[in-house]
């Protein structure tokens, strides 16, 4: 094995191949090239879990228990799931791939003083589709702490290809199995102050005049995961103006616990509660970006972004994703009309696992 094609830095200079990459990766490496403020990481690409899937010996396996499945009996989807996924996570990684993991691990971390948490997170490249989200279908990990813990939650994303809830909807979707495989991003995780999901048009209209921004305190993943209601905040495209804006209850935030290297939820004072958690600037910096990405990608974003507590006002913004905004440009193509959506936040839920070191044994 080498090093390429199993790694890719995000400002590595390679082009973003979807199918090398998965979504995420893809749309990581791509807002790195245009200049926007990523936090920096890598990708274990697709090469290194098909590698890793073929010595392993589970390629047959996972083509048998998916061949004629039926999404509706969830006690079978149930069953194969299981069984994939401890298939994936029992079997040992090759010791080269190990070796190159461990490498591009140790050259991340040379880039700070010191030795920074990272963030792993799955990047399918079935997900982030023009036709299709695949947003909270596979798992991400957060806060994690030296080569060990990175590593053994490496192969948990692989093997959170195969959870029940990404079956069903690749069978209910007709996404078919055969050339389905899994990128994962290993990247320096922001200290957030603010953080949440900005989309470049009404989503309930589909207005693309407008841009619509969900925020609320601490880490972003209780805003993607629906668990608080946020500030929502809606801004005019051109002016960059707010037009509109509902405070949301914003009861809990996720932060760091330093002692315990791991994250902790708090409850968020009734003060804190009762203020918009961002200024106007900020509010004129995420919706800037976001209209920065849509004009790059040429079609509206999904954005997750962050305000990091540890970088000065002005450079605190970072960008955590740019995915395609699905639901109104799917029914725009069909002529659909297209649903409201459901969740708190109204954007895509990325499955989040909090379990960070202390907590390892609920995730």
């Not at 228990?65 to 079997?91: K, M, N």
């Not at 982030?128 to 080569?147: E, I, K, N, R, V």
Request: charged content about 20%; hydrophobic content about 45%.
């Amino acid at each position: 094995m080498t090093h390429h094609p199993f790694i890719q830095f995000f400002d590595g200079g390679d082009a973003p191949d979807h199918d090398l990459l998965g979504g995420k990766c893809a749309s990581l490496v791509a807002l790195t090239a245009a200049g926007m403020p990523v936090p920096p990481g890598f990708a274990i690409t697709t090469a290194a879990y098909d590698a890793f899937i073929e010595e392993a010996g589970i390629a047959a396996d996972i083509h048998t228990l998916l061949t004629g499945l039926d999404a509706d009996d969830i006690a079978e989807v149930d069953r194969v799931s299981a069984q994939l996924r401890r298939e994936i996570t029992s079997r040992a990684v090759p010791p080269a791939l190990r070796t190159i993991t461990t490498d591009a691990y140790n050259a991340l971390q040379a880039r700070f003083p010191a030795p920074v948490p990272v963030a792993v997170r799955s990047s399918a490249t079935a997900e982030d589709l023009p036709d299709a989200s695949f947003a909270g279908q596979q798992d991400t990990y957060l806060w994690l702490c030296g080569l060990d813990d990175v590593t053994e939650h490496i192969r948990r994303c692989w093997a959170s290809l195969y959870t029940s809830r990404a079956i069903i909807y690749r069978l209910k979707n007709n996404i078919p199995n055969e050339g389905l495989s899994m990128a994962v991003a290993v990247q320096k995780m922001v200290n957030a102050r603010v953080a949440g999901v900005a989309i470049t048009m009404d989503p309930n209209t589909g207005d693309r005049s407008k841009i619509v921004i969900e925020a609320s305190y601490g880490l972003g993943e209780l805003v993607v995961s629906g668990l608080v209601t946020p500030d929502n905040v809606m801004v005019d495209k051109v002016m960059l103006m707010v037009v509109r804006q509902n405070l949301g209850d914003k009861h809990a935030e996720l932060v760091p616990d330093l002692e315990s290297k791991s994250l902790v939820e708090l409850e968020v004072s009734a003060d804190r509660r009762a203020q918009r958690c961002l200024t106007d600037v900020e509010i004129t910096a995420i919706a800037a970006i976001a209209k920065k990405a849509e004009k790059h990608f040429r079609a509206p974003q999904d954005i997750e972004w962050a305000l990091d507590r540890d970088l000065p006002d002005g450079e605190n913004l970072l960008l955590l994703q740019s995915r395609p905004e699905t639901v109104h440009s799917a029914a725009a193509a069909t002529g659909a009309v297209p649903a409201v959506p459901t969740t708190t936040s109204g954007f895509g839920i990325e499955s989040i696992t909090r379990s960070l070191m202390t907590q390892a044994g609920k995730s």
